[in-house]
């Protein structure tokens, strides 16, 4: 009978090496008094059989039990060596489930790194609901998912490389935006990295640092028509087929139709669009796709554009956008090659300055757009990382420091979890029936 309390008191704690000695609920809390079971030992030094000399308490922080917030509270064993000769005399016990000076059991650290890096909860709140401090969590996001992101195992095989830059940080007055560039594996949708900045120089710098094996066997590369990448990318992966995909082209034409719209705005009304106004109450809907339009927002679009757009300006650059998703839905090279044509012609006859330079620049990038046809690359990999990115940002408001940055992202799209999955109950389980 005492045994089979024993290890149960074993059991409920479930950590390696320890025994629960009393539990109490305080305040909401579990409390529990637990120690090791340890009770010979050798001292570490000469290996004599050491003898007990007290115990100090240690209070840390565990998982949660029974909704609860649990504290465990660590009578710590201190040793003492009996061998006259030994020049060590006395010392504490340790665990590696409770590092020393930690506010925080091991497990509970491991739990918090996969909170804020899986689940993408935000340090502070985990924070919160340990009742440590910010910093704690972060050390134990940094100590646990460091590895994970750093594994060299991790990006494996790539055939297909997206690049994309997204803003870290918004522009205030001390600073101009900042950029970064996420490195993508297209078919596993998988952040592989991100480096500062949107330079050619910070590309070629990361792949530089990649096995020349892993650099042979990327057959294509989507990227945003952003001239520093093509030159960061020439150097290690001139093989490659450079790709402007569909996501990047279309968000260039978006663009286009945005900055139409606030100049039109701004020409007849004399100020930036402000609720209520014709132009500014379409906005979003001129970048939804035309066929994804129901009958009630093509009736709004079709108002809108009546009474804001009196030249037609914003038709004709929303009219653009949709001939330049009919060129990525072609049916093969020819196709898109005549649909491209359209869309020149198009640019070309709405005399509009903002479509002459969206022209300008799909034409620079012609067989790159062309190349999607080749490479059969999908749209919406990058479109779904960038979302992603987005709710890191959100949860982290703003993140000042890179590093930890680049640590969330890769913690939350970059790596995989591995979780043994939990069996379910069928009946009554045996083992205590
Ligand atoms: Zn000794």
């Known amino acids: 009978?005492?045994?089979?309390?024993?290890?149960?008191?074993?059991?409920?704690?479930?950590?390696?090496?320890?025994?629960?000695?009393?539990?109490?609920?305080?305040?909401?809390?579990?409390?529990?008094?637990?120690?090791?079971t340890a009770d010979r030992i050798g001292c570490p030094s000469c290996g004599v059989l050491a003898v007990p000399h007290g115990r100090r308490r240690v209070w840390v922080r565990d998982l949660p039990a029974g909704g609860r917030p649990v504290a465990l509270c660590w009578?710590?064993?201190?040793?003492?060596?009996?061998?006259?000769?030994?020049?060590?005399?006395?010392?504490?016990?340790?665990?590696?489930?409770?590092?020393?000076?930690?506010?925080?059991?091991?497990?509970?650290?491991?739990?918090?790194?996969r909170r804020v890096g899986r689940d993408g909860h935000s340090v502070a709140q985990v924070a919160r609901d340990l009742g440590v401090g910010w910093s704690t969590v972060m050390a134990a996001v940094r100590d646990h998912g460091g590895p994970l992101v750093e594994d060299p195992g991790r990006i494996g095989h790539v055939e297909a490389l997206g690049l994309d830059e997204t803003a870290y940080l918004r522009a205030n007055?001390?600073?101009?935006?900042?950029?970064?560039?996420?490195?993508?594996?297209?078919?596993?949708?998988r952040l592989l990295d991100i480096v500062a900045g949107r330079s050619a120089a910070g590309v070629r710098t990361w792949l530089a640092r990649q096995p020349k094996e892993w650099l042979a066997g990327v057959e294509a590369v989507a990227l945003d028509p952003h001239r520093g990448y093509a030159n960061g990318l020439l150097d290690s992966l001139g093989h490659a087929t450079a790709v402007v995909d569909h996501f990047h082209a279309i968000r260039l034409a978006n663009a286009a139709i945005d900055d139409v719209r606030r100049r039109v705005q701004q020409d007849t009304l004399g100020h930036r669009g402000r609720k209520g106004e014709p132009?500014?109450?379409?906005?979003?809907?001129?970048?939804?796709?035309?066929?994804?339009?129901?009958?009630?927002?093509?009736?709004?679009?079709?108002?809108?554009?009546?009474?804001?757009?009196?030249?037609g300006e914003v038709a004709a650059a929303w009219l653009a956008k949709e001939l330049l998703r009919e060129v990525y839905a072609?049916?093969?090279?020819?196709?898109?090659?005549?649909?491209?044509?359209?869309?020149?012609?198009?640019?070309?006859?709405?005399?509009?300055?903002?479509?002459?330079?969206?022209?300008?620049?799909?034409?620079a990038w012609q067989d790159e757009v062309l190349a999607y046809h080749d490479t059969g690359l999908s749209n919406g990999p990058t479109e779904a990382m960038n979302l992603l990115v987005k709710k890191i940002k959100r949860v982290g408001h703003g993140f000042r420091n890179f590093e930890n940055y680049r640590l969330r992202l890769l913690l939350h799209c970059g790596v995989t979890w591995e979780d043994a999955p939990t069996a379910r109950l069928r009946g009554r389980p045996r083992s205590i029936a």
């Open 75 to 113: 009578s710590k064993r201190i040793w003492r060596c009996q061998e006259p000769m030994c020049e060590r005399t006395s010392w504490s016990e340790r665990s590696a489930a409770i590092a020393p000076r930690a506010s925080l059991s091991e497990r509970a650290r491991r739990d918090a790194c």
């Open 173 to 189: 007055q001390h600073r101009s935006t900042l950029y970064v560039t996420g490195f993508v594996d297209l078919e596993r949708h």
């Open 1 to 36: 009978m005492e045994d089979d309390a024993r290890s149960s008191a074993v059991a409920l704690l479930g950590l390696d090496g320890f025994v629960v000695l009393c539990a109490i609920e305080v305040d909401g809390e579990l409390h529990q008094r637990i120690e090791t």
């Open 330 to 363: 072609a049916l093969d090279l020819a196709h898109a090659r005549r649909r491209l044509t359209a869309f020149y012609q198009w640019c070309a006859e709405a005399e509009v300055a903002e479509l002459t330079r969206l022209a300008r620049t799909i034409s």
């Open 279 to 311: 132009l500014y109450g379409i906005r979003r809907v001129l970048l939804r796709a035309g066929e994804r339009l129901g009958a009630s927002a093509a009736e709004r679009l079709r108002l809108g554009l009546d009474a804001g757009d009196r030249f």
